[in-house]
C-alpha cells in the first residue's frame, strides 16, 4: 500500500542530544513537509521541501534540521539547540503541483529523559 | 493515547444526528481550505477539500460549506456516528502548497 511512513513511534531525547526522526513516502510526491503539534494547538510548519535538494524553513524553523537527499525520504533532526522538543512530529506529503490535500504519516512522539 | 486536544473546544451530539463544526480562516487571500480528522495517536487524515470559486462541497456524509464574505469554513457531518468521534481541523493554504491549520475542535459523539 501507498503511504507515509514515520519511525520511531516514541523517541526519546537525553539533554543536550540531538535526535533523527525518520520519514519516508512511496507515494511518488514531490513536496514533503514537517510539522510540530503541541496539545491544544493546530500543526505548526517546521521546514519544507518542494523537490530534492531543496528545501525551505516554515514557521518554527530554530533548532531544527532536515535533509532531502531522495525523493521518498525527509529525515529531521531535533537538535540540542531546540529548548522545548517534547511534541508530536508530524510528517506529510503532497503531489506539490497547486493546491493539494497533505497526506500525513502518524507522528513520532519526542519527550525528554 | 495522544494528549493532542486537551483544551480544544468540545462539540458533543447524539449518535444520529448532525455534527456541524465551524473554523473562521484569516486570509482573505486564501484559495484552498481543507478539512482533517485526527484520531488519538495519529496523523491527521483528509476528509475533503473546496477551492476558493465554490462555496459548497459535498462528499459521502460530508458537505463543506465556505463563505467568503465572513471568512468562515464549515463541516458537516452527517448522521454522526461513534466511529467520528475525533479533533477536527481546518486549513488554509498558506501558499507555495504550505497549509496553515486552525487549532482544531473535538467531536465527541454520545451513544
Known amino acids: 500500500d501507498g503511504g507515509i511512513t514515520q519511525s520511531p513511534k516514541y523517541l526519546f531525547r537525553k539533554e543536550g542530544q540531538n535526535v533523527t526522526l525518520s520519514c519516508e513516502q512511496n507515494l511518488n510526491h514531490d513536496a514533503m513537509y514537517w510539522y510540530r503539534q503541541d496539545p491544544g494547538q493546530g500543526l505548526r510548519l517546521i521546514y519544507y521541501s518542494q523537490i530534492v535538494n531543496d528545501f525551505q524553513k516554515g514557521d518554527i524553523a530554530e533548532g531544527y534540521s532536515v535533509s532531502r537527499e531522495k525523493k521518498e525520504s525527509f529525515p529531521l533532526t531535533v537538535t540540542s539547540a531546540q529548548k522545548n522538543p517534547t511534541a508530536f512530529y508530524l510528517c506529510?506529503?503532497?503531489?506539490?503541483?497547486?493546491?493539494?490535500?497533505?497526506?500525513f504519516g502518524d507522528g513520532t512522539r519526542l519527550s525528554i529523559l | 493515547g495522544e494528549s493532542v486536544g486537551l483544551h480544544l473546544p468540545t462539540l458533543s451530539v447524539q449518535e444520529g444526528d448532525n455534527s456541524i463544526i465551524n473554523c473562521a480562516y484569516s486570509?482573505?487571500?486564501?484559495?484552498?481550505f481543507i478539512w482533517y480528522k485526527q484520531e488519538s495517536g495519529k496523523g491527521p487524515q483528509f476528509i475533503i477539500d473546496i477551492r476558493s470559486n465554490m462555496d459548497k462541497r459535498q462528499g459521502q456524509r460530508v458537505t463543506v460549506l465556505l463563505n467568503k464574505t465572513v471568512k468562515h469554513l464549515s463541516l458537516q457531518i452527517a448522521a454522526t456516528q461513534p466511529g467520528d468521534s475525533a479533533v477536527y481541523f481546518c486549513?488554509?493554504?498558506?501558499?507555495?502548497?504550505?497549509?496553515?491549520f486552525g487549532a482544531g475542535t473535538r467531536l465527541a459523539v454520545h451513544p
Open positions: 506529510a506529503s503532497s503531489t506539490g503541483t497547486g493546491n493539494q490535500p497533505q497526506h
Open positions: 486549513a488554509e493554504s498558506g501558499g507555495y502548497n504550505k497549509l496553515i
Open positions: 486570509n482573505s487571500a486564501s484559495d484552498y
